[in-house]
């Protein structure tokens, strides 16, 4: 397979993962709980394992163990830092009529979109670099998309969508991750793109960091906190396995 082939079959598969919101209508509340947090805590430890076991030593074997490749880290962490800060300025107001969409409902889609597409351009850029990188940033983007497309087509239902048109709308904000993709390979004919791996590389960490240890790192039940820390060094130990196989 060439590297466009790889691009577009994992961006296809990536939009088609927008699906899984549908199993939140088969599952009872409790269960749905008990299943999202130990797939959160398994998708920051892939986002963590991808970010510092595949893609910044791809970076530094690419663009050498300089201060640049650390810059473009900073540079992807502070970028996703800076879009939640964006997408979070807003306010809701609890009297919104029931009878129509949410404005949370919008801002969810909105940054559901342009977190594809900036994923996309990323792993497409480890496409790019070395397909083995990017079949690595991939399976870590994926794990973390599962939970979050679980949450988001909560959230749409709860505020107002009808469950058909909530698949419908995930699933048209999860194709701006092929979007993103084909905008890298583009500019990869005309320019390197080598930078697209730390910056990556900063995405993952902050996503892992920031978004996702935060809700599984507080419970009171020991035998909960055993759970996620065990789900968090699975999803490394996954990432670390697929690089040795990979190095094969």
């Known amino acids: 397979m060439t590297t466009f082939t790889w691009i577009v079959a994992g961006g296809l598969l990536m939009s088609a993962v927008a699906l899984v919101g549908g199993v939140t209508l088969l599952l009872r509340p409790g269960t749905l709980e008990k299943i999202v947090r130990p797939m959160v805590a398994f998708a920051a430890g892939t986002l963590l394992g991808a970010a510092l076991l595949h893609m910044l030593p791809g970076a530094i074997a690419e663009m050498g163990a300089g201060s640049a490749v650390f810059l473009w880290v900073l540079a992807g962490f502070a970028v996703f830092f800076a879009l939640e800060q964006l997408l979070h300025w807003h306010h809701c107001d609890p009297e919104y009529p029931r009878d129509r969409p949410r404005p949370l409902t919008y801002l969810v889609l909105l940054g559901d979109g342009l977190h594809n597409l900036l994923g996309g351009f990323a792993v497409a850029g480890a496409f790019i670099a070395d397909v083995r990188l990017g079949i690595g940033a991939w399976l870590a983007a994926a794990a973390h998309e599962v939970p979050q497309e679980l949450g988001d087509f909560a959230v749409l239902?709860?505020?107002?969508?009808?469950?058909?048109?909530?698949?419908?709308?995930?699933?048209?904000?999860?194709?701006t991750f092929l979007v993103g993709g084909l905008l890298a390979y583009a500019a990869s004919l005309s320019f390197d793109v080598a930078f697209l791996l730390p910056f990556a590389a900063g995405n993952f960490i902050y996503i892992a960091a920031s978004d996702l240890v935060p809700e599984v790192k507080q419970d009171r039940d020991v035998r909960v906190n055993l759970l996620h820390l065990t789900s968090l060094v699975a999803g490394i130990a996954l990432l670390y396995l697929l690089r040795v196989l990979l190095e094969r």
């Open 157 to 175: 239902v709860h505020g107002g969508w009808d469950k058909r048109r909530a698949l419908l709308l995930n699933l048209l904000s999860a194709l």
